[in-house]
């Protein structure tokens, strides 16, 4: 049940008189559009740990595996993600391997969007479309199932971190060459300084810039 100073500063900000249905829905708007900032996501930057020389020398590694272990702030941080504009938007989600997974499949269970998946070479069965990419320190190739990809039209990519871009922009490749259209990307962290966001023509969000 709300509190009463909760209901008297959703009357000054609405003068007619509501149910307490309507209170409900005008909180939970609220806080998903403030509160989530400040309470559970103030942690979200000391549980990433920084790893200079991996997996090379001259890499900063960023390890958010430490998110987990703060049940309430991967809590707050999918309910940020999930409430995004470009997954609304979206049919559905495509996950990159593998950190995407962790993220994908809680958005995709909080938002109800359908999940597909792009892995690495050899975890996947059938029919593969397939996009080579560079890394910072090598390169790589993802794959989707083809036939996944022909049950929606407009697709937005999870992965946990953006730092120059080529992984994201891998996938969206894979995406579009199946005639499908990419609504956006939302990652967890991103580096500014390596302007991997330059590299699209849709939108990017991330819930934390380093």
Do not use: W
Not at 88 to 106: M, N, Q, T
């Amino acid at each position: 049940m709300l509190g009463k100073h909760v209901q008297q500063s959703l009357f000054f900000y609405n003068y007619e008189p509501m149910e307490i249905s309507d209170y409900q829905i005008l909180y939970k708007n609220y806080y998903h559009k403030y509160c989530l900032n400040f309470e559970g996501m103030k942690n979200l930057e000391s549980l990433i740990k920084t790893y200079n020389d991996f997996p090379q020398k001259g890499i900063e590694f960023k390890d958010i595996l430490g998110i987990m272990q703060d049940p309430e702030v991967f809590r707050e941080l999918i309910l940020k993600m999930s409430s995004s504009k470009v997954i609304k938007d979206s049919e559905a989600i495509v996950s990159i391997e593998a950190r995407g997974f962790i993220f994908g499949s809680a958005i995709s269970l909080k938002a109800s969007k359908p999940m597909v998946v792009a892995r690495k070479p050899g975890k996947l069965p059938g029919e593969l479309i397939k996009e080579n990419y560079n890394l910072e320190y090598g390169n790589n190739t993802l794959s989707i199932q083809k036939d996944l990809l022909k049950k929606f039209n407009s697709y937005v990519i999870i992965d946990d971190l953006l730092a120059t871009g080529g992984t994201i922009e891998c996938v969206a490749n894979l995406i579009r060459k199946s005639g499908k259209n990419v609504c956006g990307v939302v990652t967890v962290v991103e580096l500014m300084k390596l302007n991997g966001r330059s590299r699209f023509d849709f939108p990017v969000e991330s819930i934390l810039s380093l």
